[in-house]
């Protein structure tokens, strides 16, 4: 088996069943398996999921949410691949990119782990395809604001570059490296693990490398950001890697990250309530009434795009071509056509900023967009 392909649920079924559909397409002539682990999702995503693919997915269910490195690490132990890609559930690949990045690999045996050019809704690349180890010193400019280094600001976005840290959205890994340095560290229960385990490669004499290859990350759709549970889990793990890796630092040199560290939950949370304050009002959330659409596709998909658009009262125009569609907030590609996932992120790409990517498939008959699904 070339490829493992590991992706954890938990209540996304239309994004996870988009993402599987991008990958299925991205594989077509590469031997691939594809696991689901779904950490007790209560959106009926295990049958959904039973219903769409059937046995094309390694469907594995858990009784309870063991979070991201415990679900991952159970579909590793099964996984036969000689290379394992974990891929978040809010994410889809082009067409191009799952072969582009194993090729890569493939002719670079010292690569341990690749992350790839991701791009946010509104088609601009997301800072954190590239990053650098958090180290006391990097942590702390970070802190103050200073992110070029964490973010690895002078390497080129169109050239392959080594990297120090892989993103857990796309993190493709060389199994034979994975059994000599180890799986997720279970300690980790939601974010903070990628940045573990690329640091355990780095440790283990291989390299983490950045490939141009494209994918489409929504950005937490998996998780609730807005909460105080995603809060306290994020910087609970910086403070599990920064004890795991610097605890041996002395106190005068360590206290003042751990501080730091604090103080940025402690405001995370005075801006989520703030935020929570205004949409509370209405003033602070971008109601769906409000938003203009337009979608771009077939004759076919555009019928049931009117349907759907006028059964839910939105703001739309409809095109065939994306030279006829309209300035938008929201531009609505079909993805089961000629254009492809690896069409919409290269358009979106091109018109950064411009507008907000969604997508509609005729398979589920569902709207995508970063904020919601519309059906």
């Known amino acids: 088996m070339k490829l493992s392909v590991i992706i954890v649920n938990y209540n996304v079924r239309y994004y996870i069943e988009q993402c599987?559909?991008?990958?299925?397409?991205?594989?077509?002539?590469?031997?691939?398996?594809?696991?689901?682990?779904?950490?007790?999702?209560?959106?009926?995503?295990?049958?959904?999921?039973?219903?769409?693919?059937?046995?094309?997915?390694?469907?594995?269910?858990?009784?309870?949410?063991?979070?991201?490195?415990?679900?991952?690490?159970?579909?590793?132990?099964?996984?036969?691949g000689e290379y394992v890609l974990l891929l978040n559930p809010d994410t889809f690949v082009g067409e191009k990119s799952i072969r582009q990045v194993l090729d890569f690999m493939d002719t670079h045996p010292k690569a341990g782990g690749v992350g790839v050019k991701m791009?946010?809704?509104?088609?601009?690349?997301?800072?954190?395809?590239?990053?650098?180890?958090?180290?006391?010193?990097?942590?702390?400019?970070?802190?103050?604001?200073?992110?070029k280094r964490y973010y690895m600001s002078h390497l080129s976005w169109d050239e392959p570059g080594q990297i120090e840290v892989i993103s857990g959205a796309f993190c493709m890994l060389r199994r034979s490296v994975i059994d000599e340095v180890g799986m997720l560290d279970k300690d980790f229960f939601m974010y903070g693990e990628d940045i573990d385990l690329s640091y355990r490669i780095l440790k283990g004499g291989y390299e983490n490398w950045y490939v141009p290859a494209n994918i489409l990350h929504y950005k937490g759709e998996s998780t609730q950001k807005s909460s105080f549970r995603y809060v306290h889990v994020f910087y609970q793990a910086m403070i599990i890697f920064f004890r795991k890796h610097y605890g041996h630092l002395s106190f005068l040199f360590t206290m003042?990250?751990?501080?730091?560290?604090?103080?940025?939950?402690?405001?995370?949370?005075?801006?989520?309530?703030?935020?929570?304050?205004?949409?509370?009002i209405g003033l602070g959330y971008e109601n769906i009434s409000s938003t203009q659409f337009c979608f771009v596709g077939s004759g076919a998909m555009l019928n049931e795009c009117k349907k759907?658009?006028?059964?839910?009262?939105?703001?739309?125009?409809?095109?065939?071509?994306?030279?006829?569609?309209?300035?938008?907030?929201?531009?609505?590609?079909?993805?089961?056509?000629?254009?492809?996932?690896?069409?919409?992120?290269?358009?979106?790409?091109?018109?950064?900023?411009?507008?907000?990517?969604?997508?509609?498939?005729?398979?589920?008959?569902?709207?995508?967009?970063?904020?919601e699904i519309i059906q």
């Open 20 to 80: 599987i559909n991008s990958v299925e397409r991205a594989t077509t002539d590469i031997e691939t398996e594809i696991f689901v682990v779904d950490n007790a999702s209560s959106d009926h995503s295990v049958a959904y999921l039973r219903r769409r693919f059937g046995k094309r997915i390694e469907l594995i269910e858990s009784n309870h949410n063991l979070g991201y490195a415990r679900a991952n690490n159970k579909a590793i132990r099964e996984a036969t």
């Open 119 to 147: 791009h946010n809704v509104d088609g601009s690349l997301a800072r954190e395809s590239r990053r650098g180890i958090p180290t006391p010193v990097v942590s702390f400019l970070k802190m103050c604001g200073f992110t």
């Open 256 to 280: 003042p990250i751990k501080i730091a560290i604090y103080l940025r939950a402690i405001m995370a949370l005075i801006a989520m309530q703030y935020t929570r304050m205004w949409n509370s």
């Open 308 to 371: 759907l658009a006028r059964r839910k009262g939105l703001d739309a125009t409809f095109c065939k071509t994306l030279d006829e569609a309209d300035q938008c907030d929201v531009l609505v590609f079909e993805v089961d056509g000629k254009l492809g996932y690896e069409g919409v992120l290269e358009y979106a790409r091109r018109h950064a900023g411009e507008f907000e990517i969604g997508t509609f498939s005729q398979k589920s008959h569902v709207l995508i967009t970063s904020k």
